[in-house]
């Protein structure tokens, strides 16, 4: 063997000794047979074509394996587990029933539209809030309103318990109460339902304009005009804001009459009533007009608070 210097010697053990290897057919046979293999004695004379038989039995060797019927079933192991976990469910089912029954209400789909404003404005929804918010999911638009008026009578004037009344109003056709209202809940809310309460506040000022006539028309479509553009200054994507915009522009073109007023504001969602309506075409060239409108009146105004702010210059020249 070569030792670590590369030089070719003789191996020796840990004593010394020299190793000498001995060739033992018949321990090398036992070796094969218990490994499943081949054993090619080193004197036989056709060692080439025993190693190629070899070869070919290994490449032809079935293989066995496990799968299907073969495979032992073992979810029983955690089947039983279930069964107790299910067992125990059900014994709670009745607890959970009851609580669910209590939040009923708080599931549906004006509940989050509603009282889920409430809540988040700090404010404990009462009885009158959660009948008021059934009766809206009802269709009961009246009755949702007087609910979610006694809310506001006994002392909850929080801007959720406003947009609750103003948006049953909207919903009950009363247009000319529902845009008071929401304009209070615009005033101090959160950027969710100051957006909500101007959207259906410019819809009630949208609703009044179409069907009134001359200088009503004129002033409600402005008011329609201004709220629209402070959700769009928000959120320039809304197409729903888009289209109502776009219907007072329409009618106000149609009727004669100014512009709609600038602003700015924080947004949110849809109304929770509204007509039915084909895709809106405000275009996004239109609705970038729009917004530059806006700045660029902004900017008219601080320069003339700018203007108003500097001293005139004294009369007959300088005064040194």
Not at 38 to 57: G, Y
Request: charged share 25%; glycine share 10%.
């Amino acid at each position: 063997v070569k030792d670590a210097n590369g030089v070719i010697t003789q191996k020796r053990d840990e004593a010394g000794q020299v190793v000498i290897t001995r060739y033992q057919p018949t321990l090398l046979q036992a070796a094969a047979t218990a490994a499943n293999g081949t054993f090619i004695p080193a004197d036989a004379t056709d060692k080439a074509a025993r190693i190629k038989a070899a070869v070919s039995r290994l490449r032809t060797g079935g293989k066995m394996t496990q799968a299907g019927d073969t495979l032992s079933p073992r979810f029983q192991l955690f089947l039983l587990p279930a069964i107790l976990l299910l067992w125990l469910d059900t014994l709670l089912a009745g607890r959970r029933a009851r609580r669910r029954r209590r939040a009923a209400s708080a599931e549906t789909a004006v509940a989050a539209g509603l009282l889920l404003v409430c809540m988040t404005s700090g404010c404990a929804p009462a009885r009158e809030s959660i009948d008021g918010a059934a009766a809206y999911h009802a269709g009961n638009y009246a009755k949702a309103a007087a609910l979610f008026s006694q809310v506001i009578q006994k002392g909850d004037r929080s801007p959720g318990a406003l947009y609750n009344f103003g948006t049953a109003l909207l919903a009950e056709d009363s247009t000319a109460s529902a845009a008071e209202v929401l304009e209070r809940a615009a005033d101090k809310a959160d950027p969710e339902l100051q957006y909500r309460a101007r959207f259906n506040g410019g819809l009630a000022h949208l609703l009044r304009g179409r069907a009134a006539q001359g200088d009503s028309a004129s002033a409600e479509l402005k008011g329609a005009l201004a709220l629209y553009k402070r959700v769009l200054l928000q959120r320039p994507t809304d197409l729903d804001a888009k289209w109502n915009y776009e219907l007072a522009l329409e009618k106000q073109k149609k009727g004669g009459g100014g512009g709609g007023g600038g602003g700015q504001s924080n947004a949110a969602p849809t109304p929770s009533q509204q007509e039915q309506k084909p895709q809106p075409t405000l275009a996004q060239r239109q609705a970038e007009q729009l917004l530059g409108s806006a700045e660029r009146e902004e900017r008219d105004v601080q320069s003339r608070k700018q203007k108003q702010n500097k001293p005139e210059p004294p009369p007959g020249g300088k005064d040194w």
